[in-house]
């Protein structure tokens, strides 16, 4: 399994942007699955966004989030624009092998807290 490093977590005001990186090391990045999930205080964990040879998006962050992977540096990223109060969560990077049914391989999580 890869090991996954999360950055780019911060204070934002609702409207705001943010950008989440995650750097993978490991062998055969190319063959992961990638994906971003957040969880907020007191709900569980839900993914929020996915990406390998297409991307898939939660209803609450369609038009506003965006995924995306350079395979050459081994990072996805997921771009957060017009953030509201509820987007407010610990937000993780998971990555699992083309194929697998679980994410075996997980970040420390990086927070995203509404300043207001």
């Known amino acids: 399994q890869v090991q996954l490093v999360e950055s780019g977590g911060g204070l934002v005001q609702a409207g705001d942007s943010l950008r989440l990186s995650c750097v993978a090391s490991g062998r055969a990045f190319i063959r992961y699955v990638m994906a971003w999930f957040r969880q907020a205080p007191g709900k569980e964990r839900e993914l929020v966004a996915r990406?390998?040879?297409?991307?898939y998006y939660a209803d609450s962050v369609k038009g506003r989030f965006a995924i995306s992977r350079d395979n050459a540096k081994n990072t996805v990223y997921l771009q957060m624009n017009d953030l509201k109060p509820e987007d407010t969560a610990v937000y993780y990077c998971?990555?699992?092998?083309?194929?697998?049914?679980?994410?075996?391989?997980w970040g420390q999580g990086t927070h995203v807290t509404d300043s207001a």
């Open positions: 998971a990555g699992k092998i083309i194929g697998s049914r679980t994410y075996g391989s």
């Open positions: 990406i390998y040879d297409d991307r």
